[in-house]
């Protein structure tokens, strides 16, 4: 069954899709069944990966790491996303960005994740 909101990773060509309806079945690519990404939450690393939420006037900056992660073209953050009251909102990131992210949305529940292109899904 594929979980709502969870990110799902085929291993063999690298496609990744995330799931907006949960159902029955299961997410095939490269005719193998996909993975379900684990979403990491600690950080032992000198390279920052979870990912800061702070209330910021009418939304949220998240920003990656205490330290700021790279943004190199071998290894940056893809994409940042914030979840909020169950509605997800995405900013798509390229090497020379910053890793960080503001969102114009309020919410009570709010969560963000980010993928980073070398050490996967990250969680605050």
């Known amino acids: 069954m594929a979980k709502k909101l969870g ?15 949960g159902a029955k079945g299961e997410l095939t690519c490269c005719n193998q069944p996909m993975e379900l990404m684990q979403e990491l939450e600690a950080d032992s690393s000198t390279e ?9 006037q009418g939304g949220y900056k998240v920003v990656v790491g205490s330290t700021l992660h790279p943004m190199q ?3 940056y953050i893809e994409w940042i996303e ?3 009251d169950n509605k997800a909102y995405t900013k798509f990131l ?13 919410g009570e529940s ?7 292109n070398k050490h996967g ?3 605050s």
């Not at 799902?8 to 309806?21: P, R």
């Not at 709010?110 to 980073?116: D, F, N, P």
């Open 73 to 75: 073209e071998e290894h």
């Open 82 to 84: 914030l979840v909020v």
């Open 121 to 123: 899904l990250w969680k």
């Open 48 to 56: 920052k990966h979870v990912p800061l939420v702070e209330k910021i």
């Open 110 to 116: 709010v969560y963000a994740r980010e993928h980073c």
């Open 94 to 106: 390229a090497p020379d960005d910053s890793p960080e992210a503001i969102f114009m949305v309020e």
């Open 7 to 21: 990110f799902y990773k085929c291993l063999i060509c690298g496609n990744i899709v995330e799931v907006y309806v």
